[in-house]
Structures are given as C-alpha cells and as structure tokens.
C-alpha cells in the first residue's frame, strides 16, 4: 500500500497556495483529498488525544459525593490533592442556589463538577418537576469564571425511558403523591415500553427519544451530561448536544466493551469528551465502608458488591480507552472511614490513590482503532431491551450488528478454567477479546473527513444510503480507507456505483455465512476478522486468552493486557482468588514496529526481554492488568509508522 504523505507537507503545500492568493477552501479539503492510505493510518490521523473536559490537562479521577460545608469541603479538596485521591466532583452538589458556595470552592481549585439534578428523583421524568431555575442557573455559572466543566446530570435515562414509566410505585415516590390525577398524565402502559403512543417505526422511535432528550436538555439551561447505563444511546446523546457523553458500567449491567466503542465512537465524531462511572451495586448488595452486614436482602460492605479487582481492571481500562473522567460511584462512602475530617483512607481509597498516581504518571496516548463500524443513524442498538429502540422486532441486519459486537469482537468462549466462567457471576463484565478492542462505532451521519482516519470502515445492519452519506463514503475510499459491505448494502448502491468504487481495490462484497435462522446472521466472517487485526495491527497478542488493547503515544506502542479470570466473586461475600488463573501471553510486534529499545512493563516497572525470536513474553495474574510499553521512533515529533 502506499504510504502517508507526511502531514507537515501537506500544510506546507497549503500555507503555500494561501500565500499565492489561492482561496482558503483549498485547505479545508486537504485532510480528506491528500492523505494516501497505509496500514497505519489510523495511528497517523488519530494523533489528537483524547478530548478532556475544559480547563483540565489529564484525566479527571472524580469522587463520587462530597461535604455539604464548606470547611469540610476545602479540608477534602486539600486531601485528595495530597493523597492523589482525585481532581474533581461526579456528582458534586445537587445543582440550585444552595450550591453556590460548595461551587466557589471548586471553581477555585478549578475541578470540573458534575451536580446532581433539581428534583433528584425526577432526574427521568419529561414535563416533571426536575428543572433548573435562574437562581440556580446563576449559582452554575459560578464555574463558568474559570472555563471550568460544570453540567448537570440526566442519570441512566435510556433505562428508565423504557423501564420505570409503567411501575406505579415508582412514580408514586418520584411525584410524592398516590393521587390518581398526579400519576396517571405521567402513567404509560409497559407494552408500550416507554413510547407514546407506541410506534411502529425506527423514524417514530428515534423523533420520541429526541424529543425526551431535548426537553430534560432545555430544562437543565443545556447543560447535560448524558449517563446511559442499560442502553447504548450514546452517539443519540452526543448528536442531541450533550456536554459529555457518559457510560454507567459494572452495576447490573451488561455489554461493556461495545458501550466503550459506543462511547468512543461518539467522542470522536463529535469531539466530546466521554466518561466512565463505575458504579457498586452488584445484584442486591452494594460496596460500602465497614464490615460485611445484611439488612434483609441487601448486604453492604468493603468486600459487598464488586470485587477491588474489578474496580482496578474497569477505572484503568476507562482510563486507557480515552474517557475524559472515571468516577469510582459511591466512593465518598467507600474511600473514607467516615464522610468528615480527618480522612482516613480505606483499603479501596489507598488502592484508589495508586490507581491515580499511574493514571498521572503514564502518558496512555490514543486509543489506536484501526476498524469504524457504521451504523444506520436509525439503528437504535440495545441489546439490554433485546430490540431494536427498545420497542421493535429485530431485523436480520439488527441481529448482525449485535453477533458482531457481542459476539464475534467483544467476546470470546475461550477463558481460563479457574473457576469456571459459567458459575463465577462476576465473569461477564469484561470478557477475552479474540480480535483486540479495535472497533469505533459511528452513525452513518458521519463526515467522510471522520472516516478516512480508519483504514477499515465495516458497514453493518440495515443501512439506507442518502446521497450524503454515498458522497461521504466515497470520499473515505479515495483517502484509502477500505470499506467491507452486506450484499444488501450493494444492492441498494446500484451496480454501477459498485462497480466503480471496487475499481479503487478498497471496497469489498461481504459474502456472509448461510444461515436458516436469522438470529445466526453474521455481518463479517471470522477469517476476515482475523486479517484485518494481522494486517492493521503493530503488535500480534497470543498464548492464553486476555483481553488486550493498544494505544499509541507520542514515544511508541502501549498494550494493555487485562486477565479477567481468577477472580471468583458474589455480591454478598468476599472475592477468592484462584493463582493457577495466571495468564501467559506471547507479544510479537510486526517489523514495521521499528522498537528503538527494549520493552518495559509499567505497573511492575520492569523490564522485559525479546527471546532470539523477537518475542515478548507476558505473565499477568488473576484479575489484574499490565502495560507493555513498546518504544518506537520519532518523526517530526510525531509517532513513526
């Protein structure tokens, strides 16, 4: 393939044309139009680092909760800046004129703050009583002095959108009211599944949703930062004008690492930041300080909930996959002894200032994806609610999207035997990845700008083709991304414009499997899978299963290897660790790596050797995480091919 024009070319080519009165429209085209492709692209176009919250140079590590006093709250501030426990607030106070001087004291700091909603409870609730006022509004403003991040957050509202409108209870204790004429406006029928009226359509779902999203988004003076836990909504709420893009994961939620590809995805079509809150509940119990106790079916405690390990293994991958801030939930009751001064730190708080420092200490670089899924912009993926949007039946092209994502890329039969991952109900949060987590998910709005940093576009699903996106597409395949299409996706292309763009060599007719059943459909076939993550990959990962990434900073390659067996843990008892669970993994960096130097480890901060056949060899215990650091040369300041 061909190689990159070396980008300081391009902008010295276009400064050039500037300065000879050539209009300023030539520069604008140059991303798209003088780039050639190879098989580092990605690596090349995505040198931007991952969005971070305003005013802030790293990762925000946030707490969850803080001190209604003032004094309390300073003496808190001066803590976690000492024990690097932290640099911001998720949530922070409840956002209201009450606010204002908790909000001096961290507009001063300059932390970034995330306030709980007006009307907590009614946080979900369209035409409800969660709306800020304009003493509240003056009271946010407060942060808007330092250019500092402050929204308000709309909490899990894919979930309850389609969960909690027909439970009568509920509404009862969110109105604080069982009169008839208070609950029944708000009341809608379970079959419904949230909708009004119920629709039929993708068309009708997606202009629903919308119309949820921007009413909470308006009554909140825009300043919303959108947390979806049991649904992938994300790129919805960065197209809808999120000031962020948030994720709740562990908790009883399912299907992580295609809600971090979601979530990425959206960031980087967007330029949002996006964040991770990681949150303690796990079935019926919940982490809290002090000793395991129950209270009827709940059980609280520092060894109730997750397990620290997992803890570790989700802040660090957050970290690691590009979010702008990760937010151990409930932390103020699980990182302190008590919620005043002075701060004596728990077991989880030390482990918590560790995960910190190496957050600080380590340059993550950018998460190198090589492979964009598109998606239709109506595809309305949710695989929690087992249809698409929530509400309809799932198309052939739907259950592709969801055997690729939770199937073939982000979950992997093959784990280590100690224990068993069908009995340890810990085991499904984060799974082996047979392929590496290499995807991006964007909506087939994307610019093809956007697209022609991956050097392999998959479309998957139902997808209907506007002249926008055609145009778009095509510009991606002259920038020298390849592009991977169903058959259907050809057909309704036409056979002229096919037989043009394979011309190109870069577009490929997918020929999937046959199936009889339409639950089976897959979008791409395995050994393609398996080509495209030997070609486009520096680094080949082998040996026993591990879930792996790779990032690229501005001194080389870092691989982050996560062993997610040995760990066995129940929300109501303490975690066990099984030894044998150690993973041995094989790391063989392709020649193009170009390694200036030796290999290194960086929790243990060791080094590691290459053995006379160029590879590295990795041991990761249970449940635990490591960093393969792999320098590289330098051009221009910028990572080498």
């Known amino acids: 393939m061909l190689r990159c024009m070396p980008l300081t070319h391009v902008l010295k080519r276009a400064t050039r044309r500037i300065r000879l009165g050539c209009r300023v429209m030539h520069l604008a085209i140059i991303p798209c139009w003088f780039v050639e492709a190879t098989d580092v692209q990605a690596a090349e176009a995505q040198l931007l680092m991952p969005r971070l919250l305003p005013a802030q140079q790293g990762v925000v590590f946030s707490l969850y909760g803080m001190p209604g006093d003032p004094v309390q709250l300073e003496s808190l501030i001066a803590f976690m800046k000492e024990k690097h426990l932290g640099n911001g607030f998720d949530p922070g106070p409840g956002a209201g004129a009450q606010a204002a001087p908790l909000l001096e004291i961290i507009a001063e700091n300059r932390w970034p703050v995330v306030c709980y909603p007006p009307h907590g409870g009614a946080m979900q609730v369209k035409g409800g009583p969660s709306v800020l006022d304009p003493w509240g509004e003056r009271a946010m403003r407060i942060m808007d002095r330092t250019g500092g991040f402050a929204a308000i957050q709309l909490g899990e509202w894919g979930y309850h959108f389609h969960r909690l409108t027909s439970d009568r209870n509920w509404w009862k204790a969110v109105l604080g009211s069982s009169a008839p004429e208070v609950i029944e406006p708000f009341f809608i029928p379970a079959e419904q599944r949230g909708f009004d009226p119920k629709p039929t359509s993708r068309e009708a779902c997606y202009h629903q949703l919308r119309e949820y999203f921007y009413w909470h988004r308006q009554a909140k003076a825009g300043r919303l930062i959108s947390v979806t836990g049991h649904s992938h909504y994300e790129a919805y709420a960065a197209e809808w004008g999120a000031s962020a893009v948030g994720l709740e994961v562990g908790e009883n939620i399912g299907f992580t690492q295609s809600k971090f590809a979601f979530a990425r995805g959206a960031s980087r079509q967007w330029n949002i930041p996006w964040t991770v809150q990681v949150s303690p509940w796990f079935g019926p119990s919940v982490t809290t300080r002090g000793a395991l106790q129950k209270e009827g079916n709940l059980t609280r405690g520092l060894d109730a909930g997750h397990s620290l390990s997992l803890y570790k293994r989700l802040w660090l991958h957050a970290w690691f996959a590009g979010a702008a801030m990760v937010t151990p939930e409930n932390s103020i009751n699980i990182f302190f002894d008590k919620e005043s001064s002075p701060w004596v730190r728990t077991s989880h708080g030390l482990a918590a200032s560790d995960v910190f420092k190496f957050m600080q200490s380590h340059d993550r670089g950018n998460p190198y994806t090589p492979l964009l899924i598109v998606l239709d912009h109506l595809a309305g993926y949710a695989p929690f609610h087992e249809r698409t949007w929530g509400v309809l039946e799932r198309t052939q092209g739907d259950w592709e999207i969801f055997n690729l994502l939770e199937k073939q890329l982000y979950f992997s039969s093959q784990r280590l035997p100690y224990p068993n991952a069908d009995t340890n109900p810990e085991a499904s949060y984060l799974h082996p990845t047979p392929y590496g987590e290499i995807a991006d998910v964007m909506l087939n709005t994307v610019a093809g700008a956007t697209m022609a940093r991956y050097p392999s576009i998959l479309l998957a699903g139902e997808m209907r083709f506007s002249s926008f996106f055609i145009r778009e597409m095509e510009k991606a395949l002259l920038s020298g991304s390849e592009c991977w299409i169903h058959p259907r996706h050809a057909e309704s ?149």
Request: aromatic letters at 4%.
């Open 493 to 641: 292309l036409g056979e002229d414009r096919i037989h043009s763009w394979q011309k190109t060599g870069r577009l490929h007719v997918i020929q999937p499997p046959a199936t009889s059943e339409k639950h089976e459909a897959l979008a791409i076939h395995e050994d393609e899978l398996k080509n495209m993550t030997q070609r486009l990959l520096p680094v080949a990962v082998s040996g026993d299963p591990i879930q792996y990434q790779i990032n690229r900073n501005q001194e080389g390659w870092v691989v982050e290897l996560i062993n997610n067996d040995g760990v066995f843990k129940t929300g109501d008892q303490p975690a066990r660790i099984h030894p044998e669970a150690t993973a041995h993994v094989v790391l063989k960096p392709n020649p193009s790596t170009a390694m200036t130097g030796g290999p290194r480890e960086w929790v243990t901060n060791t080094p590691l050797t290459r053995n006379a056949e160029g590879l590295i060899l990795v041991t990761i215990p249970p449940g635990e995480s490591r960093f393969v650091f792999l320098p590289t040369a330098k051009v221009g300041g910028k990572q080498a091919p």
